[in-house]
């Protein structure tokens, strides 16, 4: 197998270990995993036999973090509630500065539906997008 393979064949195995496993939201070892196979395809001087090789590797490891979700022992959302990382702390939900729903309750789809829609006193201002 090619050096740079090779590489992105270690790295997934990095994302799907032992350490990343417990620490690290499904999801985001399957975007991570995505990633590397993408970049093994996007290799142009690497013969087809040896990105499908890297690519089995990294399918099957996909194919692990599935079978975990998919557990029925696993009870959280793969995203572990959209936890984001934060240097000296890990991958956390309390991490994550964007909207928090639970704090907005019943009002939540008002909130959102006045963010999307203007109301009457402004208007809409036209742009070349």
Request: charged share 30%; net charge negative; hydrophobic share 35%.
């Amino acid at each position: 197998m090619d050096n740079k393979i090779t590489k992105f064949v270690n790295r997934a195995k990095m994302y799907v270990g032992g350490k990343a496993t417990g620490n690290m939201p499904p999801a985001q070892q399957m975007e991570y995993l995505m990633d590397c196979a993408e970049r093994i395809q996007k290799l142009a001087y690497v013969s087809e036999f040896e990105k499908q090789a890297g690519l089995d590797i990294i399918w099957n490891l996909y194919g692990k973090v599935q079978r975990l979700v998919d557990s029925k022992y696993y009870t959280e959302d793969e995203s572990w509630g959209n936890a984001k990382f934060k240097n000296g702390v890990g991958w956390s939900r309390a991490n994550n500065d964007e909207v928090d729903f639970s704090t907005h309750g019943d009002n939540f789809e008002s909130l959102i539906d006045s963010t999307l829609v203007p109301d009457g006193r402004t208007k809409v201002k036209h742009s070349e997008y």
